[in-house]
């Protein structure tokens, strides 16, 4: 590929999208975010949470979907050649196979502290990202990557997956004795993501065949029932709860109403998904993707007058909570993006500039690292959903996808660069 003589997007020195100069600038920001985020090591074990400049944050407990998710990034690392990441994945593996395991139930932790676990609930969320920590160090070739992925699978098999549901069930106590009568979306979609790589890793049809049906329940379900305005919170039966949370919109897990970033990142899975399935694929999955992409720009784009997405929306699609998260414009560059590759439509390539463009100018904070993780209706950066600069994942995986073209996992992709 060559630049072009005219360069519309030099401002931002990010380049033409599929340019030299635009896959440097992305190996330049992966690398940022890379130096920003090894940081979270703890010599406590697993990764900690990181504030605004880098520093672990001691009042913080160790989480797991920080460490899983630092493991996996890890992972990527070292399969794109960086040596020195192999001692990061390997404090990854370490945390999931002591700090953070259940040594007497099994499973794991979603939070340990100095005193022990934080929180003894065992959820899948958490489990699902142990899933896809595993599936990558297996990839990057860690030699206790495949024992972990096995240990992780006979946890997913014996106590999250519901064959009966084709769904995948949210929390459990820790003796694993009583679960919990809530279901939600949330962990379905990084359950779908785990899944994903765990196939794409080891060849195994049974984590495809489980993707596609919590996909196809969940997409052209749940979604399409509800005009792409996906419900996140369910009861046990899998009945949508629409006014979950009213009361408390703005829970950075469990918000009121739509998650304007999960369209976005259900519609990139459906396409990994997709690409997964090849020529078996139905056609629905493409068509099923441009709508929950086409909903959440409608409902969620500069919908106030202002630049940036909205964090939720009623199912009305009338705004609730107007902040702007950082994972959400890191979603949608990925979502478009993938968009892009699986149609060559260039409106795709058009909103993935722009979307860079608004992340430069606001979310990515040059002087201390990283992504700015929260602002305000008006752009200001802000702590009333989130603290801190703890996750890279979003941000380091939306510098990743454009390396490549259909993907049904970045480790997969990876390991097969």
């Not at 399409?224 to 899998?238: D, I, M, Q, V, Y």
Request: charged share 25%.
């Amino acid at each position: 590929m060559t630049d072009e003589p005219h360069d519309p997007r030099a401002a931002t020195g990010a380049g033409r999208p599929g340019t030299r100069t635009h896959r440097a600038w992305l190996a330049r920001e992966r690398e940022r975010l890379w130096v920003f985020g090894h940081r979270s090591v703890s010599p406590d074990g697993g990764f900690g949470w990181l504030d605004d400049t880098g520093k672990i944050m001691a009042d913080r407990p160790i989480e797991a979907w920080i460490t899983c998710r630092m493991t996996h990034v890890a992972a990527l690392e070292l399969l794109g050649g960086r040596a020195e990441a192999w001692q990061v994945l390997d404090h990854g593996v370490h945390a999931l196979e002591s700090t953070l395991r259940d040594p007497d139930h099994g499973g794991w932790y979603a939070a340990v502290g100095p005193q022990g676990p934080v929180t003894t609930d065992k959820r899948a969320y958490e489990h699902a990202f142990v899933l896809l920590a595993a599936a990558s160090a297996q990839a990057a070739g860690h030699a206790r990557g495949s024992a972990l992925l096995d240990q992780a699978s006979e946890i997913f098999d014996s106590h999250f997956w519901r064959e009966d549901e084709g769904m995948v069930a949210e929390v459990w106590s820790r003796d694993w004795s009583t679960l919990d009568d809530y279901r939600g979306l949330n962990a379905n979609m990084h359950a779908v993501e785990a899944m994903l790589a765990a196939h794409d890793v080891t060849g195994e049809a049974l984590w495809l065949d489980r993707a596609t049906r919590v996909v196809e329940r969940t997409v052209r379900g749940f979604a399409r029932a509800h005009e792409w305005l996906l419900p996140e919170h369910f009861t046990s039966g899998w009945r949508p709860v629409l006014d979950f949370n009213q009361d408390q919109p703005a829970d950075p897990f469990r918000p009121y109403g739509a998650t304007v970033g999960h369209l976005l990142e259900w519609s990139r899975l459906t396409l990994h998904l997709r690409t997964a399935l090849g020529t078996a694929a139905p056609a629905w999955l493409l068509g099923d993707a441009r709508s929950l992409f086409d909903t959440a720009v409608r409902v969620g784009w500069a919908v106030d007058g202002v630049e940036g997405f909205v964090y939720t929306t009623d199912f009305t699609g009338q705004p609730v909570v107007r902040t702007r998260l950082h994972w959400v414009v890191a979603e949608a560059i990925a979502a478009a993006w993938a968009l892009w590759a699986a149609t060559g439509d260039d409106r795709y390539l058009e909103w993935y500039s722009l979307w860079w463009e608004h992340a430069e100018a606001h979310f990515i904070d040059r002087e201390r690292g990283s992504w700015r993780h929260a602002l305000d209706q008006q752009l200001r950066p802000t702590t009333t959903l989130w603290q801190g600069k703890p996750d890279i994942y979003h941000a380091y995986q939306a510098a990743l996808l454009p390396v490549f073209g259909e993907i049904t996992s970045f480790a997969g992709a990876m390991s097969r660069r």
